[in-house]
T-cell receptor, first 114, second 115 residues
């Protein structure tokens, strides 16, 4: 069975600095999707960025980018120029292309220090 | 477009009761997925409905069930409530089934407390 591990329950970063959230996963599948979701306090969860496993190029969305290392089964999220509005719980998720089930990591709570 | 809406937002029930939660997807979205979020277990996939059919189901007991109507609105039912069912229940909608590269849009959730 697939698993997703986020080893950092909480992290803090100074405003305007860069922070990297780690995510590792375990799977025997060769094709799958990976996602980072953001859940701000008392607000709805939104998709931050997604990556298809067969694509070598790392996905980027404005200040958010990923470092996808397929062989190492690692999918870290880099947030550049951190802003106060980035404070949230971040979830890494894996979606199988075999049974379409989605597995989430336990989340990393990110604090932005002014 | 209006976002995903969930009703009610908060609910308090007692053990043994049953509860029905409702989710209205974004207009035009035909896939609705349900998730349970708890501090201990995190986010867990419950099931997905597409075109009124359950496409996929997570590892939850049969007390958890759902359905989808012709207008894509979905309901989730939990029977014989247990204390451990206390959680935030999230609904998410997407244009197409989860086997496509579609973004899911989440609702605000229903906070269920079982006493």
């Amino acid at each position: 069975a697939q698993t997703v591990t986020q080893s950092q329950p909480e992290m803090s970063v100074q405003e305007a600095e860069t922070v990297t959230l780690s995510c590792t996963y375990d799977t025997s599948e060769s094709d799958y999707y990976l996602f980072w979701y953001k859940q701000p306090p008392s607000r709805q969860m939104i998709l931050v960025i997604r990556q298809e496993a067969y694509k070598q190029q790392n996905a980027t969305e404005n200040r958010f980018s990923v470092n996808f290392q397929k062989a190492a089964k690692s999918f870290s999220l880099k947030i550049s120029d951190s802003q106060l509005g980035d404070a949230a719980m971040y979830f890494c998720a894996y979606r199988s292309t075999v049974d379409d089930k989605i597995i989430f990591g336990k989340g990393t709570r990110l604090h932005i220090l002014p | 477009k209006a976002g995903v809406t969930q009703t009610p937002r908060y609910l308090i029930k007692t053990r043994g009761q049953q509860v029905t939660l409702s989710c209205s997807p974004i207009s035009g979205h035909r896939s609705v997925s349900w998730y349970q979020q708890t501090p201990g277990q995190g986010l867990q996939f419950l099931f997905e409905y597409f075109s009124e059919t359950q496409r996929n189901k997570g590892n939850f007991p049969g007390r958890f069930s759902g359905r989808q109507f012709s207008n894509s609105r979905s309901e989730m039912n939990v029977s014989t409530l247990e204390l451990g069912d206390s959680a935030l229940y999230l609904c998410a909608s997407s244009l197409n089934p989860l086997n496509s590269y579609n973004e899911q849009f989440f609702g605000p959730g229903t906070r269920l407390t079982v006493l």
